[in-house]
């Protein structure tokens, strides 16, 4: 039962988590597909473009809405055939939506 405990508190843990996806972005309307998915997985956090047109996302939430929003930006570079994806953990920065940075 006590391993049960450990269990939920690392799910309900909230985690950020910032994705890079490499490749010209500009006029697919890509960030605005990522603040609908952020609402539907239930996170929070940005989406810009990067000096070099990247698509560059931060989201926070609780580990498995994380992996569920992970996995969606994973199949956009999929579907754009985009050849490179950088994602790193790091330290919550308390966001209370999820914006759209020009």
């Known amino acids: 039962m006590h391993k049960l405990a450990n269990t939920t508190t690392l799910e309900s ?3 950020n988590i910032s994705i890079k996806i490499y490749g010209n972005f500009k006029d ?3 960030r605005f597909s990522a603040m609908h998915r952020a609402f539907k ?8 473009y990067t000096e070099d047109d990247a698509l ?3 989201a926070e939430g609780r580990t498995e809405q994380i992996e569920h929003f992970k996995e969606w930006c994973l199949g956009i570079a999929e579907k754009y055939r985009k050849k490179k994806a950088e994602i790193n953990y790091q330290s919550t920065k308390g966001y209370s939506d999820f914006s759209i940075i020009d």
Request: glycine residues 18%; aromatic residues 6%; proline residues 0%.
């Open 28 to 30: 697919t309307g890509i």
């Open 56 to 58: 560059y996302l931060e």
């Open 13 to 15: 843990e909230i985690k």
């Open 41 to 48: 997985c239930g996170v929070k956090g940005l989406a810009r």
